[in-house]
């Protein structure tokens, strides 16, 4: 099972970011898949979440997206500010054990991260 989160980088306040998490090693159609970010010193948040059934959400400046064809979730991010300066993680869970959460607890894989620098 592997989940590579990619896309991050250095961007200036305003700007915008599109994350990827490409899965592997699962039927990814039958996962949520959630987007999680850790700033240094915090504990780690939910940003957004995708249920197995859908094709996109918005929640405020951020829009999730999933492409079951290619096993691949999306997180475009926009009007960016220097909080949202965090190590953003993508993360799995079954959707018959779990909901589509923004809390940690229960997801069962997770990717390694990928970070997002916003200057101001």
């Known amino acids: 099972v592997q989940l590579q989160a990619s896309g991050g980088g250095l961007v200036q306040a305003g700007g915008s970011l599109r994350l990827s998490c490409a899965a592997s090693?699962?039927?990814?159609?039958?996962?949520?898949i959630g987007w999680f970010r850790q700033a240094p010193g915090k504990e780690r948040e939910g940003v957004s979440c995708?249920?197995?059934g859908d094709t996109d959400s918005v929640k405020g400046r951020f829009t999730i997206s999933r492409d079951n064809a290619r096993n691949t979730v999306f997180l475009q991010t926009s009007s960016l500010k220097p909080e949202d300066t965090a190590v953003y993680y993508c993360?799995?869970?079954?959707?018959?054990?779990?909901?589509?959460?923004?809390?940690?607890?229960?997801?069962?894989?997770w990717g390694q991260g990928t970070l997002v620098t916003v200057s101001s």
């Open positions: 995708i249920s197995s």
């Open positions: 090693g699962f039927t990814f159609d039958d996962y949520h």
């Open positions: 993360a799995a869970v079954f959707k018959y054990d779990y909901y589509c959460s923004d809390q940690p607890a229960g997801y069962d894989y």
